[in-house]
Nanobody
Framework: QVQLVESGGGLVQAGGSLRLSCAAS????????MGWFRQAPGKEREFVAA????????FSADSVKGRFTISRDNGRNTMYLQMNSLKPEDTAIYYC????????????????WGQGIQVTVSS
């Protein structure tokens, strides 16, 4: 089992920044990928960004490229999502996830999920 805990969400004005953290514990060595997804009210959960834990290769959704940066600290078993130039349409609950697959944009590749954390961007 892998436990994931998100932190760093909150309310920010458009154009502002936030950094989300995801602390992993348990059998973290069993996961190859970690990612961020988000879900806005009335919408499906969507891919935001992902990182291969060992190589550090990253992937981002087109909607966040150039604004969001995913990274990880292997020693602390923690993943980050630096979010800059935030827009009201970025408002959502953000979820951290871990899995053993390779199709990083596919929600079904992830076995473990955090509880989610609210990010609200005001206009």
């Amino acid at each position: 089992q892998v436990q994931l805990v998100e932190s760093g969400g909150g309310l920010v004005q458009a154009g502002g920044s936030l950094r989300l953290s995801c602390a992993a514990s348990g059998r973290t060595f069993s996961s190859t990928i970690m990612g961020w997804f988000r879900q806005a009210p009335g919408k499906e959960r969507e891919f935001v960004a992902a990182i291969f834990w060992n190589t550090g290769f990253t992937f981002s959704a087109d909607s966040v490229k150039g604004r969001f940066t995913i990274s990880r600290d292997n020693g602390r078993n923690t993943m980050y999502l630096q979010m800059n130039s935030l827009k009201p349409e970025d408002t959502a609950i953000y979820y951290c996830a871990a899995g053993r697959g390779v199709r990083v944009r596919n929600i079904n590749e992830y076995d473990y999920w955090g509880q989610g954390i609210q990010v609200t961007v005001s206009s």
